[in-house]
């Protein structure tokens, strides 16, 4: 025990400070936060245990689902809070694994342990949270070894089929993890392996899903929302949409962000009665949007993209996230709905209205995320430099060349990097592409560029020269 805590003194210090700090967001405030209508339409699954029929997949219901016997939603915080010290152990494990030292391997977990954006996701009934869980921990296990056993590659197929259930975004990062076997030239057993405990999943979810819904699908609301993008750059002049897509062409409604043409009444969509019955009919025509308008389409997602490098964090309207990163005060009252009535009645008898709790939350208020590691420069700085890892494969330095095994082993750890780089990325952009951009969506992209940085840091250490290493 004693060489345990000498060995990870520093992780292990900042550790029990975020556990405290997690501590003081449970006494802040009464209960946790309940957002309509995703927290709710999350409940409504878990009670009633069938898919919903439009954006939420069941996969984080089923997590409510399993504490659903305790009766409470402040344990379903007080997890998520235990579960975001689970990530930064992962990282911090991890890149210790790789051979980063301690003081090098701690800095790469801080943001998950103090980022005020991550400690908010995990005291709400939000799916986020478990993505980055799943993610974090399918990683972890497929960089562990040098060379991924068949029930490693399984494990981590099974938690990267569950962050897709839980999140159909993170659906293709089951490819990533499958591309990163075959370039690392795996037995096929654990290529099959992987593919196996990831896609059997999907496919028993959708038929379940078509049971109730009578399509074979994750969820109902794919079409709508890339329908939504579309609206802000759509022209049906070029798009010359066949007779029955013509009314979904942008009308006269013009909205701030592309996330709000689902919801406004007056968009052409809705104009039509439920918009989740026109789901494959909104998907066809932002398919032939794209496909008659591909550069304003890659406009309007880059544009969007880059708001998550801006200095200023820019406000998105009607989202749950605060982009200066404040702990708010208050009381955030619940609409009277039948699904909030049922989540009281059937979940937690005590769900009501939240309240901060003063002196806890007065003193929360006052805590603030140093600015200059929350904004997106520093998230642009990883990224880039968990992309230099590619530079270790492209060529080792000149003075490697007559070492070929530290050579390798540069490159290797380069490619490492390259898995939580491209994982981080594609986190970032994909929900930029189907549907809007939101700085939620950037955070779980932000413990994947943060272990990709820590990585790619690592292979430059092998290319130091022996005599360099001497004071």
Not at 73 to 80: D, P, T
Not at 98 to 110: E, I, K, Y
Not at 306 to 322: G, M, Q
């Amino acid at each position: 025990m004693t060489t345990l805590t000498s060995t990870h003194r520093l992780f292990l210090v900042v550790l029990a400070l975020a556990a405290a700090l997690r501590v003081l967001v449970m006494l802040a405030y009464d209960t946790a936060q309940l957002y309509w209508y995703d927290s709710f339409t999350y409940l409504d699954t878990a009670l009633r245990m069938r898919p919903q029929g439009a954006f939420h997949p069941a996969g984080y219901s089923w997590f409510l689902w399993l504490l659903r016997p305790f009766h409470s939603v402040e344990l379903v915080a007080a997890v998520q809070h235990t579960m975001g010290l689970g990530i930064a152990t992962m990282i911090y494990l991890l890149l210790r694994r790789r051979g980063l030292p301690g003081w090098a391997a701690t800095p790469a977990a801080v943001p998950v342990l103090f980022d005020t954006g991550f400690l908010r996701l995990e005291h709400a009934v939000l799916s986020d949270l478990q993505v980055i869980f799943l993610t974090i921990g399918a990683i972890t296990v497929l960089l562990w070894r040098e060379r991924v056993a068949p029930g490693a590659a399984a494990a981590a197929g099974l938690m990267l089929a569950l962050a897709g259930l839980t999140r159909t975004a993170a659906v293709p990062l089951i490819g990533l993890g499958l591309l990163f076997l075959l370039v690392r030239r795996t037995p096929w057993r654990t290529v099959a392996a992987m593919a196996a405990t990831a896609l059997v999943p999907l496919v028993l979810y959708a038929g379940w899903y078509a049971q109730h819904h009578g399509r074979f699908a994750l969820s109902g609301s794919d079409g709508v929302a890339l329908w939504a993008r579309t609206m802000t750059f759509a022209d049906c002049a070029k798009i010359r949409p066949p007779e029955d897509l013509a009314p979904l062409c942008p009308n006269t409604v013009r909205l701030d962000a592309a996330s709000e043409y689902v919801w406004d009444p007056g968009a052409s969509l809705n104009l039509l009665g439920d918009r989740f019955a026109h789901n494959d009919r909104a998907r066809r025509f932002a398919v032939a949007a794209i496909t008659a308008q591909p550069l304003d389409y890659l406009r309007e997602v880059a544009k969007d993209t880059s708001l998550a490098f801006a200095w200023t964090p820019i406000a998105h309207p009607k989202r749950v996230s605060v982009p200066d990163g404040a702990f708010p005060t208050g009381v955030w009252s619940l609409p009277d709905h039948p699904l909030v009535a049922q989540a009281r009645a059937a979940y937690d008898p005590g769900i009501r209205a939240q309240r901060s709790v003063e002196p806890f939350a007065g003193l929360l208020a006052r805590y603030r995320w140093p600015w200059l590691l929350h904004g997106g420069p520093f998230f642009a700085l990883l990224l880039l430099t968990g992309l230099s890892g590619l530079a270790r494969l492209r060529r080792p330095a000149r003075h490697e060349a007559v070492d070929g095994a530290r050579a390798e082993a540069a490159a290797r750890a380069g490619g490492d990097a390259l898995l939580p780089w491209a994982a981080a990325v594609f986190l970032l952009v994909a929900p930029v592409a189907a549907l809007d951009f939101d700085h939620r969506y950037v955070l779980p992209a932000i413990p994947l560029a943060c272990v990709a940085a820590a990585l790619a840091l690592n292979s430059l250490r092998p290319s130091l020269p022996k005599a360099a290493k001497s004071p």
